[in-house]
């Protein structure tokens, strides 16, 4: 079993930034995928963005520019800067891992941004 903490989340204006940070209980050398989802209210959850073992990343479009994924693979933790943050960001981060055969999810972080 994996556990992950998610924290950093919290009120900001629009165009600041905040960073998230996911703690893992377990090596990131177990993980093939690491990741962050959000969702808003009254909407799905979807996928922001990802890197894989190797080191390569990816986002969606809506946060490409913005957003920067990054780890520390000696403290086990996943982080997400979030800059030039926008009002639509507003939503609970999930951290998300995945072994291959096994997934595994956070238990959330409020960001709320404000006018």
């Known amino acids: 079993q994996v556990q992950l903490v998610e924290s950093g989340g919290g009120f900001v204006q629009a165009g600041g930034s905040l960073r998230l940070s996911c703690a893992a209980s377990r090596s990131f050398n177990t993980f093939n995928f690491m990741g962050w989802y959000r969702q808003a209210p009254g909407k799905q959850r979807e996928w922001v963005t990802s890197?894989?073992?190797?080191?390569?990343?990816n986002y969606a479009n809506s946060v490409k520019g913005r957003f920067t994924i990054s780890r520390d693979n000696a403290n086990n933790t996943l982080y997400l800067q979030m800059n030039s943050l926008k009002l639509e960001d507003t939503a609970v981060y999930y951290c998300y891992s995945n072994t291959g055969s096994n997934g595994y999810w956070g238990q959330g972080t409020q960001v709320t941004v404000s006018s």
């Open positions: 890197i894989l073992r190797g080191g390569s990343t």
